[in-house]
């Protein structure tokens, strides 16, 4: 996958932030680099290894010239009872948006509650076991153990699990031009010496602080499609959201290694996501999202002073349009307001083209 474009942005994407979030330090928040620039590009290899198992690798490659793994994993073919079983490094199956590769995303970015709670995309190195019921209505639940070396997580090189996420969907047609699918998750993970950081609302200067503690992030998703008697090479319509909800538990310490600074530290916070994609005629598509954070209302414990938090809920709305000539090319336009920071707005412009080359798997629903 070749992906690149240019974006125009009046705040500098190096001091982007979320306002009344703790974010892990170079978290990959915000629009990117100005300017022209190479995205993340990426390889995919695939194949089956003998009759009960296959292997995928997906290789990232970084505007900044690193490589990373994004996944690498082994998954049986031929379990019976509609069990399925994945080892390696994968995507967690939480919520709708969160397994899928970016450059199958109906905008250029993830939603900001994506990156407020899951770091933009959790993904893990563990098992994955899903059912699939034998109904006829669609009906998949999922678990998970993971070493937890993601935000909200972090790796601790622990012997036990880190991560644990338990995943239930269920869907179905309604008539030959509807169908629909809903979930609910939950994610667990432990943390240890987290490295964040926020802004001071009042002050406007970068807190360095580090969490000790647990995170537990619910996700609920729902999606709904529109097609004319299930064709949708001409017209077509999808209305699309999630909720996720994060409650974080432990001790924070300002400025690490004081010890007299280290306190309780307990978060409720929630944000969501409702897009609609209208593709109005072959090949040329349009979507509207709007999005929402709300910090609640965190108690620092001894900290409190130090970590002012006016209660401000980041938002943004986005306008996207695109054009497909054939499924392997797509070249799009998306304009955003972003008021992620509080006082901040952001017009962002962003023009992207992501191409496709060689043989390329089915994407998900």
């Known amino acids: 996958i070749l992906s690149g474009g240019y974006t125009r942005t009046p705040r500098d994407p190096a001091s982007y932030h979320l306002s009344g979030f703790q974010l892990p330090v170079g978290a990959e928040v915000g629009p990117g680099s100005r300017g022209f620039s190479l995205a993340e590009s990426e390889l995919g290899l695939a194949a089956n290894i003998d009759p009960w198992l296959r292997g995928a690798a997906n290789i990232s490659l970084h505007p900044d010239n690193t490589v990373s793994v994004e996944e690498a994993y082994v998954q049986t073919t031929s379990l019976s009872n509609g069990l399925s079983l994945k080892a390696g490094r994968f995507f967690s199956g939480v919520g709708y948006l969160n397994s899928q590769h970016a450059h199958t995303w109906d905008f250029v970015d993830n939603p900001l509650a994506y990156q407020a709670f899951l770091g933009t995309q959790y993904g893990d190195d563990g098992v994955q076991l899903h059912w699939l019921a034998p109904t006829d209505q669609y009906l998949e639940l999922g678990a998970e153990l993971g070493r937890g070396r993601s935000f909200p997580g972090s790796d601790t090189g622990r012997n036990g699990a880190g991560m644990t996420a338990l995943t239930a969907h269920t869907g179905g047609d309604i008539g030959d031009s509807h169908n629909w699918r809903a979930g609910l998750s939950v994610l667990t993970a432990q943390a240890n010496d ?172």
């Open 194 to 365: 987290q490295s964040l950081t926020t802004m001071d609302a009042s002050a406007g200067t970068i807190i360095n602080s580090a969490f000790a503690g647990d995170t537990r992030v619910w996700l609920l998703d729902g999606v709904w499609k529109w097609a004319p008697n299930g064709n949708a090479t001409r017209t077509s319509f999808k209305l699309q959201g999630e909720y996720l909800r994060s409650t974080r538990s432990g001790s924070l310490t300002y400025e690490p290694g004081n010890a007299n600074l280290s306190g309780a530290y307990r978060a409720e916070q929630s944000g969501w996501y409702l897009q609609d994609i209208y593709q109005f005629m072959p090949g040329w598509r349009v979507g509207l999202r709007t999005e929402r954070l709300n910090p609640g209302t965190p108690d620092y414990g001894l900290n409190a002073a130090v970590f002012a938090n006016s209660g401000y809920q980041p938002n943004k709305n986005t306008l996207m349009f695109d054009f497909n000539p054939s499924e392997f090319s797509r070249v799009r336009l998306q304009l955003a307001q972003d008021k992620s920071g509080e006082g901040l707005a952001d017009n962002q412009v962003f023009l992207q083209y992501q191409m496709s080359l060689g043989a390329h798997g089915a994407h998900s629903y």
